[in-house]
């Protein structure tokens, strides 16, 4: 596709149900970041996939994050027994490769949680 | 290591300049600078290599001072259009580093 597509761009969902989010990079892209925007606040890093290596998880904030990302494409970002604090936007992003490409951003999943 | 920016946020008139500062307490192997508006994603301004490397974006140019691990950018005669919040990435050495974010500082521009 032409820029990156996360979905879905909303999700309710009620405290303790477990979500996936998904995110379709740019083709090519060999670099995904996961980030998350809660309500007027910075971008907070949670994972990064590069090529083949073994992904950064050090962002991530509990044990109830994970993500995959299924031939070095598609990642899905999976939140489980969500709490109410894990409401906010989850950014998705992609970079061509390198140490210095620039980042192409989703335009996010915003995710409540009741 | 989260870098850290300042100011927080700054209220600007049009045609005044600002600038906003990115620091770090890690060496830097790159600096990213990149615009958010309201509702949107955050879009791509430019990138700074170390070697103290000024580049520009129209009226909005940057810095990267690598011994003190500090960028500023720089906003001059600021438009209506340059409202919004400015983050900073920075990553290391190392090509598997990840780029992390500053926590922003939010630019208004008033008529």
């Known amino acids: 596709g032409a820029g990156v597509s996360q979905s879905p761009s909303n999700k309710v969902t009620e405290k303790g149900k477990d979500v996936e989010l998904r995110c379709d990079p740019i083709?090519?892209?060999?670099?995904l970041y996961w980030y998350r925007q809660s309500l007027g606040q910075g971008l907070e890093f949670l994972i990064y996939?590069?090529?083949?290596?073994?992904?950064?998880k050090s962002g991530l904030p509990s044990d109830r994050f994970s993500a995959e990302r299924t031939g070095g494409s598609v990642s899905t970002l999976t939140i489980q027994r969500t709490q109410q604090e894990d409401s906010a936007v989850y950014l998705c992003?992609?970079?061509?490769?390198?140490?210095?490409?620039?980042?192409?951003f989703g335009e996010g999943s915003r995710l409540t949680v009741l | 290591q989260q870098p850290v920016q300042s100011p927080q946020a700054v209220i600007l008139r049009e045609g005044e300049d600002a600038v906003i500062n990115c620091s770090s307490s890690?060496?830097?192997?790159?600096v990213h600078w990149y615009r958010q508006k309201h509702g949107e994603a955050p879009v791509f301004l430019m990138i700074l290599l170390k070697g103290g490397e000024q580049k520009g974006h129209e009226k909005i140019s940057a810095s990267f001072n690598e011994k003190k691990q500090q960028s500023s950018l720089y906003l001059t005669a600021s438009q209506l259009s340059y409202s919004g919040t400015y983050f900073c990435?920075?990553?290391?050495?190392?090509?598997?580093?990840?780029?992390?974010f500053g926590k922003g500082t939010r630019l208004s521009v008033i008529a």
């Open positions: 083709s090519g892209h060999t670099a």
């Open positions: 890690k060496a830097l192997y790159s």
């Open positions: 996939f590069q090529g083949n290596s073994a992904p950064d």
């Open positions: 992003a992609s970079r061509q490769g390198g140490r210095t490409g620039e980042l192409f």
């Open positions: 990435g920075t990553g290391g050495d190392s090509g598997n580093t990840p780029l992390v």
